[in-house]
């Protein structure tokens, strides 16, 4: 069957629609479900978050060098993205429907490990397809763009799920089950759909040890300043997604609109990611990338000092100006990820021209395993400090003391503003630019 190039690269996207569940919902919905619900309590939940990512973390290098070294009569990396098939759906299974009320540290460790070792075989297979399937400086960015576009549709929807559940005052857990009802239909379906429509690189080229391979991108400055910045972008946005439900009920009193907050903050994400998508067009990735960061410090300061204006204000007068604000603060949300990927993907071209060896999966596994640090400590860390330093039980919500709710305050605010300018700052020192890697794909030809 002959499918058009664009049609191609949409159900390429189209394989990242279920990876939302392990993101958003896991740190918005599932960490304090089971924190609570299960009274396993901030601290414990927050160090099974932390061990299971951080075990994860190195999983990264092994499915990288796996996708690079073991190429099937299939292509280079069909075959793995269809073996996360039944890793994603078993874990999702027992982590959004837990079966009994009793659960256990243990129970949640090994199925977010789980889910997690099945996203990254799938992702990093993903993520070096695209340097096949687009090898071109703007039809990377173009690719990677409507690739992030799907995957904030699909939070959209997935975030939505609880956000309707919730004006028809569902329980929780009735929250929790209709994600993974979503998770269960979508990740077999979207996976079965591109490997049988798109083609793959059919061979591989010549290998290196993983360990090599890192000891060399650990000496690559222009990588590990799109890396560093990655893992401040992720330190940052995961904090505020960990912290968010906790925010919005201990300090706006405001829990009963944390889901429809949510959805509005992904839909301007939506708008915003053709913004920065077309300014990249126009002038450069990494131009687009650190002006979007920029951005997102400044909103994000700006929304501290209206919260504490707003504090003694009504229940619709907060609701409103916070929706407000989080409508603004998401035109940023996701406009400088799928840069920072495209411009990763062109720094393994020039790997690729300089030492004539394919690294794309080694590479793309590096950066994912570095990039996750950022996510887990930005999780663990606060959770055991609010908890455990601080004092602050999630159970007593705006009960809690003065004290703890104005380190909370400052702590979801500053520290994200601190990522997203130190972020934006390495951004702007990234050096290829459309015209260098023209030059490196004629060295790879």
């Known amino acids: 069957m002959t499918i058009s190039e664009n049609t191609k690269k949409f159900i390429y996207s189209l394989l990242v629609f279920p990876f939302p569940v392990t993101g958003i919902p896991i740190l918005v919905y599932i960490l304090p479900f089971y924190a609570s619900s299960f009274n396993l309590g901030l601290s414990l939940v927050g160090l099974i978050f932390f061990a299971g990512r951080i075990i994860d973390v190195f999983t990264d290098p092994i499915m990288g060098a796996l996708v690079d070294r073991y190429p099937s009569k299939y292509g280079k990396h069909k075959h793995w993205i269809f073996l996360s098939l039944p890793v994603l759906s078993i874990s999702a299974y027992f982590l959004f429907f837990p079966q009994d009320q009793f659960i256990s540290g243990w129970d949640l460790f090994f199925a977010l490990f789980a889910l997690y070792s099945g996203f990254t075989l799938a992702n990093i297979a993903q993520l070096s397809w695209a340097s096949f399937i687009a090898p071109d400086y703007d039809e990377r960015t173009k690719l990677l763009t409507l ?25 929780f857990l009735l929250k929790i089950n209709a994600i993974g009802i979503f998770a269960l239909i979508g990740i077999p379906f979207t996976i079965f759909l591109g490997l049988f429509f798109l083609k793959d690189k059919k061979s591989s080229s010549n290998y290196d040890n993983p360990l090599k391979s890192f000891k060399r991108f650990f000496k690559n400055k222009t990588l590990n300043r799109l890396v560093f910045a990655s893992v401040l972008l ?137 990039t996750k640090v950022g996510y887990t400590l930005a999780v663990a860390v606060p ?53 260098s890697h023209s030059e490196i794909k004629e060295n790879i030809s």
């Not at 520290?415 to 951004?427: E, K, R, T």
């Open 234 to 370: 992720a330190f940052a946005q995961s904090l505020t997604g960990g912290l968010f439900v906790i925010f919005m009920d201990s300090i706006l009193e405001l829990s009963d609109y944390a889901s429809r907050a949510i959805f509005i903050n992904f839909t301007f994400a939506v708008l915003g990611i053709f913004l920065w998508r077309n300014i990249g067009l126009r002038y450069t990735k990494h131009f687009a990338a650190s002006l979007c960061l920029l951005y997102a410090g400044i909103l994000f300061l700006i929304q501290l000092f209206i919260v504490l204006l707003i504090a003694d204000a009504s229940e619709s007068v907060k609701a409103g100006v916070l929706f407000f604000v989080l409508a603004m603060y998401g035109i940023s949300f996701s406009g400088a990820s799928p840069l920072i990927i495209s411009m990763v993907a062109d720094v393994s071209d020039a790997e690729h021209a300089e030492s004539d060896v394919n690294k794309s999966g080694a590479m793309f596994a590096y950066y994912t395993t570095i």
């Open 147 to 171: 690739r992030e576009i799907v995957a904030i549709i699909a939070t959209l929807i997935v975030i939505s799920i609880p956000a309707v559940i919730e004006i028809y005052e569902g329980s």
């Open 383 to 435: 959770y055991i400090f609010l908890e455990t330093v601080i004092g602050f039980d999630i159970n007593l919500g705006p009960e809690n003391s003065i004290f703890t709710k104005n380190i909370l305050l400052y702590l979801y605010h500053l520290v994200p503003v601190v990522c997203f300018f130190g972020a934006s700052f390495l951004l702007s020192k990234h050096n290829i630019s459309r015209e």
